[in-house]
């Protein structure tokens, strides 16, 4: 079966400019998370929906990140008036089960660059 | 504050050998730990995990050890192949929330 997909791999956007990364997860994962990953570092937590919401955003950097889930399926991570320091890969993991250890399974990742 | 970090920054072995790569966790909160590999360009992969109410658990050529009393974290890999190139990740979890610390090469010499 498919995994985790994220699109697009790559964009490049300009300082001020509007993103949307998308995130495909794997069908029937009810768990949603996600990820910020700057060079040599590990994923940072972003967010994290359970259905259509957010049970967690508590790793939003600030209010120029927002992240929908409206059916409970595709995700969406928005981002508004990017900054340099937006520059990342963001990674997208999807998982089985209601919190706990349910096993977070990751796409490849959208990186992000901010000119 | 939370965090999660690895002792050296890379790692190298030769084939066939066995690799141990070392974690130093914070949070005592966390319920579990996990290990991830990182191949260039692929986000990371699970490898194994273990609750924080055991100190030992294994897999397919990997081992994990969890010490609480000194919160410190081993990934044991048997028998090292080319394909275990790769950065590795300790995360500890909480309620869903992974925290992942600073990874380290894994450099496999032939």
Known sequence: GAGVSQTPSNKVTEKGKYVEL??????????????????????EFLIYFQGTGAADDSGLPND??????????????????????????????SSLGRGGRGEQFFGPGTRLTVL | GESVGLHLPTLSVQEGDNSII??????????????????????????????SNMDKRQGQRVTVLLNKTVKHLSLQIAATQPGDSAVYFCAGGANSKLTFGKGITLSVRP
């Open chain 1, 64 to 93: 120029r990140f927002f992240a929908v889930r409206p059916e409970g399926s595709v995700s969406t991570l928005k981002i508004q008036r990017t900054e340099r320091g937006d520059s990342a890969v963001y990674l997208c993991a």
């Open chain 1, 22 to 43: 998308r995130c495909d997860p794997i069908s029937g994962h009810t768990a949603l998370y996600w990820y910020r990953q700057s060079l040599g570092q590990g994923p």
């Open chain 2, 22 to 51: 070392n974690c130093a966790y914070s949070n005592s909160a966390s319920d579990y730990f996990i290990w991830y590999k990182q191949e260039s360009g692929k986000g990371p992969q699970f490898i194994i995990d273990i609750r």
